[in-house]
């Protein structure tokens, strides 16, 4: 079993990506797919007037502020127009795909975060009215009956929080738990660079394998939405999966590419 993240970030082939998922589902392997919707979101956004904002929160990590306008914008552009989109894609090369995203059946659930905390010029604050969550539970059981019915499944970004709302879930992460939840041998984690980079933004910089008790150290390497993949790597291997592949969705066959030798392996 592999689950496939592939990124919002804009340069990603989904045509390419589906082209590969579509030949090896048709030669009888199961795949989960996830999806994010970042560059969709922010333009969506843009357009609705309500542009998005991203905080650094005290740990240096980077991530979207998620009021309720900006939740609904999300849905909107993940569960809406790019799910379909990638179920579309698959339809067209013969695979049934089945489109939901983790709010669907409580497939992800969680707590929903109400305040964070975030750095703004230097100074440490508090937000409220925040509608993102962290993940504590998956429905193992809705993956594997679709799985088993014949559904390769399309996942996006939301999750159910313990009263029912739905909230903003990193992607990067939502596809560690799954992994982790069905059991699933590889991770393969696709974005717009090549996978992580020793000097960003030199492609050629590529750290092709990072033993596991080193990810921690690596950390130092990573830019901007890479340490949120890291962060979603090092949960998935304390979860049972044995390698996470960060790899290329800009390229032909990316996800055969990554999972003969492409990319950065962590194992």
Same mark, same amino acid.
């Given at each position: 079993?592999?689950?496939?993240?592939?990124?919002?970030?804009?340069?990603?082939?989904?045509?390419?990506?589906?082209?590969?998922?579509?030949?090896?589902?048709?030669?009888?392997?199961?795949?989960?797919?996830?999806?994010?919707?970042?560059?969709?979101?922010?333009?969506?956004?843009?357009?609705?007037?309500?542009?998005?904002?991203?905080?650094?929160?005290?740990?240096?990590?980077?991530?979207?502020?998620?009021?309720?306008?900006?939740?609904?914008?999300?849905?909107?552009?993940?569960?809406?127009?790019?799910?379909?989109?990638?179920?579309?894609?698959?339809?067209?090369?013969?695979?049934?795909?089945?489109?939901?995203?983790?709010?669907?059946?409580?497939?992800?659930?969680?707590?929903?975060?109400?305040?964070?905390?975030?750095?703004?010029?230097?100074?440490?604050?508090?937000?409220?009215?925040?509608?993102?969550?962290?993940?504590?539970?998956?429905?193992?059981?809705?993956?594997?009956?679709?799985?088993?019915?014949?559904?390769?499944?399309?996942?996006?970004?939301?999750?159910?929080?313990?009263?029912?709302? +739905?909230?903003? &879930?990193?992607?990067?992460?939502? *596809?560690? !738990?799954?992994?982790? %939840?069905?059991?699933? $041998?590889? /991770?393969?984690?696709?974005?717009?660079?090549?996978?992580?980079?020793?000097?960003?933004?030199?492609?050629?910089?590529?750290?092709?394998?990072?033993?596991?008790?080193?990810?921690?150290?690596?950390?130092?390497?990573?830019?901007?939405?890479?340490?949120?993949?890291?962060?979603?790597?090092?949960?998935?291997? +304390?979860?049972? &999966?044995?390698?996470?592949?960060? *790899?290329? !969705?800009?390229?032909? %066959?990316?996800?055969? $590419?990554? /999972?003969?030798?492409?990319?950065?392996?962590?194992?």
């Amino acid at each position: 079993m592999i689950v496939v993240k592939i990124g919002g970030s804009a340069g990603n082939d989904y045509d390419a990506l589906c082209d590969d998922i579509a030949e090896r589902w048709c030669a009888g392997e199961r795949l989960i797919l996830v999806h994010g919707g970042s560059d969709q979101t922010n333009r969506l956004g843009e357009a609705l007037g309500h542009p998005p904002r991203f905080v650094t929160s005290p740990s240096g990590h980077t991530s979207r502020y998620t009021d309720r306008r900006t939740l609904e914008i999300f849905m909107m552009a993940t569960a809406g127009l790019i799910n379909k989109q990638l179920v579309e894609r698959l339809h067209m090369r013969g695979v049934m795909a089945l489109g939901l995203s983790g709010l669907d059946g409580r497939l992800l659930s969680g707590k929903r975060k109400a305040t964070i905390r975030v750095i703004e010029q230097g100074r440490q604050m508090i937000l409220r009215d925040d509608w993102t969550g962290t993940i504590e539970q998956v429905n193992r059981d809705l993956l594997h009956m679709l799985l088993a019915a014949g559904y390769l499944p399309v996942v996006a970004p939301l999750a159910c929080s313990e009263a029912g709302e +739905a909230v903003n &879930v990193d992607g990067d992460r939502a *596809a560690a !738990a799954i992994a982790t %939840a069905i059991g699933a $041998q590889t /991770l393969i984690l696709l974005s717009n660079v090549p996978g992580l980079l020793r000097n960003f933004p030199d492609e050629s910089s590529l750290i092709t394998h990072i033993p596991r008790n080193d990810l921690e150290s690596s950390m130092t390497y990573a830019a901007g939405r890479m340490k949120k993949k890291l962060l979603g790597a090092q949960e998935a291997l +304390a979860g049972g &999966v044995q390698r996470v592949i960060l *790899a290329d !969705a800009r390229i032909p %066959a990316c996800v055969s $590419q990554a /999972l003969n030798g492409g990319g950065t392996h962590i194992v």
